[in-house]
């Protein structure tokens, strides 16, 4: 059987309509699973993508707050071991003050813990040991800070006009405590950069590096210092300072 196409005239099966529609039908069903494929993909991605964001988001806030504990306790151990130290020095300040006091008993509790708190600064400036700059103290001034020799050394450290002058100090200003440690300890750091023992570096600060460099020396009075030195540690342990 025939059918007329009205547009154009032209005579066709009418099986062929029938194949043809079954094909566009076929055509029209394979859109559409395909649409709803498409549908359903991009709607999982959304939700994978969602999870992802929500797992990022939920990881990077542990980290943060991890993070932000692992600084809190960080820093509360900081406060802790800065709290410890100034305790610790505070104490050795205490020690070495009283030990002052024990030599010279004419020094004042105020003015012994200004004095051990400028042989500590100075020693810890200079990579020295506090011990030694008092033990040098000790032997040359007894802890007296108006003390002057004969031969015109001033102060807690008998050191040299020529020598506050080269360290941009006055004279004078050899009697203050402060100034005086400031000098020798300099000027011991300096012998100890040459000769880098404390039995040498000593020996020059008592008998001038002239005297260490061609050998003409004696060690006896590092020696000394050397001892006073321990019998300071001793003290410090006997008391429970350190």
């Known amino acids: 059987m025939f059918i007329i196409n009205k547009a154009t005239g032209k005579k066709y099966l009418l099986h062929n309509k029938n194949k043809r529609e079954k094909e566009?039908?076929?055509?029209?069903?394979?859109?559409?699973?395909?649409?709803?494929?498409?549908?359903?993909?991009?709607?999982?991605?959304?939700?994978?993508?969602?999870?992802?964001?929500?797992?990022?988001t939920d990881t990077t806030e542990a980290k943060a707050t991890a993070t932000t504990e692992d600084s809190e306790q960080t820093a509360n151990t900081t406060v802790k071991v800065q709290s410890m130290s100034t305790k610790t020095n505070s104490?050795?300040?205490?020690?070495?003050?009283?030990?002052?006091?024990?030599?010279?008993?004419?020094?004042?509790?105020?003015?012994?813990?200004?004095?051990?708190?400028?042989?500590?600064?100075?020693?810890?400036?200079?990579?020295l040991d506090a011990k030694v700059l008092m033990a040098i103290a000790q032997n040359e001034s007894t802890f007296y800070t108006n003390a002057k020799s004969p031969y015109g050394y001033k102060g807690l450290m008998q050191t040299s006009d020529a020598l506050a002058r080269q360290y941009g100090y006055k004279p004078s200003s050899l009697y203050k405590?402060?100034?005086?440690?400031?000098?020798?300890a300099r000027y011991l750091r300096a012998m100890k950069n040459e000769f880098n023992t404390y039995t040498k570096a000593l020996s020059a600060y008592a008998y001038g590096s002239g005297s260490v460099k061609s050998g003409n020396y004696s060690t006896k009075i590092a020696k000394k210092l050397l001892n006073t030195r321990v019998q300071i540690r001793r003290y410090l342990e006997r008391n429970n300072y350190i």
Do not use: P
């Open 91 to 127: 104490k050795y300040k205490k020690g070495l003050a009283a030990y002052i006091r024990k030599i010279n008993s004419n020094v004042s509790k105020t003015k012994s813990l200004n004095m051990a708190g400028y042989f500590i600064s100075k020693a810890k400036k200079y990579n």
């Open 24 to 56: 566009e039908k076929k055509e029209m069903a394979k859109k559409l699973v395909t649409a709803l494929l498409t549908i359903t993909i991009i709607a999982c991605s959304s939700i994978s993508i969602y999870a992802t964001d929500t797992n990022i």
């Open 177 to 184: 405590a402060q100034v005086s440690i400031e000098v020798g």
